[in-house]
């Protein structure tokens, strides 16, 4: 367990729904990312933040929104859905951003499937 | 291109073999971690080398991070069915924003009883 919690597990809905994805990160952490796994894709870096302000963007699509709130949880919010959104979505955390070789710790992970 | 690439994608031996999986890239890191993954689950930090030449062992497991840090490896010894699983090797580019860390394609391996 690596003390990173993820909600729900599991999320299934149809094109054009929006959904919203929770994360807490590991107590003490103040980064948090979010990545995108899909079978061709690998992992994809999405967002950071970095106690409650956006630090490094990937390939996120305009379509994705997140935040991360006081209490340092985030949320990943996905709007006009598609079929090629469906995919695995992570969250991970770190203590501080800035140290290059600090370590990421990931949770268990959501599965979205976009019918 | 992917600016980390693992070789092999993918990898099947038989309990008590050894197996190498490799990570290069072209360009240079501030470190390299190895991760690896269940079937429907996160990826677990398996290990970080962060300095040129460094060489960490953790059970039969062998880490090597190459003398520029543009590349590591991943050395099983004896390998167990235990170890199936995907390998991941990610890194931070030296010139990145934050701490993106930038994946390879990964390796699956399996051993096999």
């Known amino acids: 367990d690596s003390g990173v919690t993820q909600t729900p597990k599991h999320l299934i809905t149809a094109t054009g729904q929006r959904v919203t994805l929770r994360c807490s990160p590991r107590?003490?952490?103040?980064?948090v990312y979010w990545y995108q796994q899909s079978l061709d894709q690998g992992l994809q870096f999405l967002i950071q933040?970095?106690?409650?302000?956006?630090?490094a963007k990937g390939n996120i699509l305009e379509r994705f929104s997140a935040q991360q709130f006081p209490d340092l949880h985030s949320e990943l919010n996905l709007s006009s859905l598609e079929l090629g959104d469906s995919a695995l979505y992570f969250c991970?955390?770190?203590?501080?951003?800035?140290?290059?070789?600090?370590?990421?710790?990931f949770g268990p992970g959501t599965r979205l499937t976009v019918l | 291109t992917q600016l980390l690439e693992q070789s092999p994608q993918f990898l099947s031996i038989q309990e008590g073999e050894n197996l190498t999986v490799y990570c290069n890239s072209s360009s240079v890191f501030s470190s390299l971690q190895w991760y690896r993954q269940e079937p429907g689950e996160g990826p677990v930090l398996l290990v970080t080398?962060?300095?040129?030449?460094e060489v960490k062992k953790l059970k039969r497991l062998t880490f090597q991070f190459g003398d520029a840090r543009k590349d590591s490896s991943l050395h099983i010894t004896a390998a167990q069915p235990g170890d199936t699983g995907l390998y991941l090797c990610a890194g931070v580019p030296i010139k990145a924003a934050g701490n993106k860390l930038t994946f390879g394609g990964g390796t699956r391996v399996l051993v096999k009883p």
């Open positions: 991970a955390s770190s203590v501080v951003s800035g140290r290059v070789w600090n370590e990421q710790f």
């Open positions: 080398v962060v300095t040129g030449g």
């Open positions: 933040y970095y106690n409650g302000e956006e630090r």
């Open positions: 107590s003490g952490d103040l980064s």
